[in-house]
């Protein structure tokens, strides 16, 4: 069955870095789209960032365009955010996703798995 292990989230100061890492297993890595989304407390989960299955296309959330990097590595299995000038507003649980299809946008919706998330703070 698909499993999602993201691990990577902590605490961190305004203007600093942070990386996700996103393990996943149990289905064909390389043949999905992936994404990032977001929650943070009192708000509705947001998409972050999405990436092709062999990481040539990118979409980035407008909060986020220059400062984060989302990318994959599909011999390892694994996907990745690179947040960069992270701000307060930054603060959410961080979830990875695949959709159930070919589908490569940022709908929440068309995706089918889910990580358990790892929270973000940025103070």
């Known amino acids: 069955h698909v499993q999602l292990v993201e691990s990577g989230g902590g605490s961190v100061q305004a203007g600093g870095s942070l990386r996700l890492s996103c393990a996943a297993s149990?289905?064909?890595?390389?043949?999905?789209?992936m994404g990032w989304f977001r929650q943070a407390p009192g708000k509705e989960r947001e998409g972050v960032a999405r990436?092709?299955?062999?990481?040539?296309?990118?979409d980035y959330a407008d909060s986020v365009k220059g400062r984060f990097i989302i990318s994959r590595d599909n011999a390892k299995n694994t996907l990745y955010l690179q947040m960069n000038s992270l701000k307060p507003e930054d603060t959410a649980t961080y979830y990875c996703?695949?959709?159930?299809?070919?589908?490569?946008?940022?709908?929440?919706?068309?995706?089918?798995?889910w990580g358990q998330g790892t929270q973000v703070t940025v103070s």
């Open positions: 990436v092709s299955t062999q990481g040539r296309s990118t």
């Open positions: 996703a695949a959709p159930r299809s070919s589908y490569c946008g940022l709908k929440e919706g068309l995706y089918g798995y």
């Open positions: 149990g289905y064909t890595f390389s043949s999905r789209c």
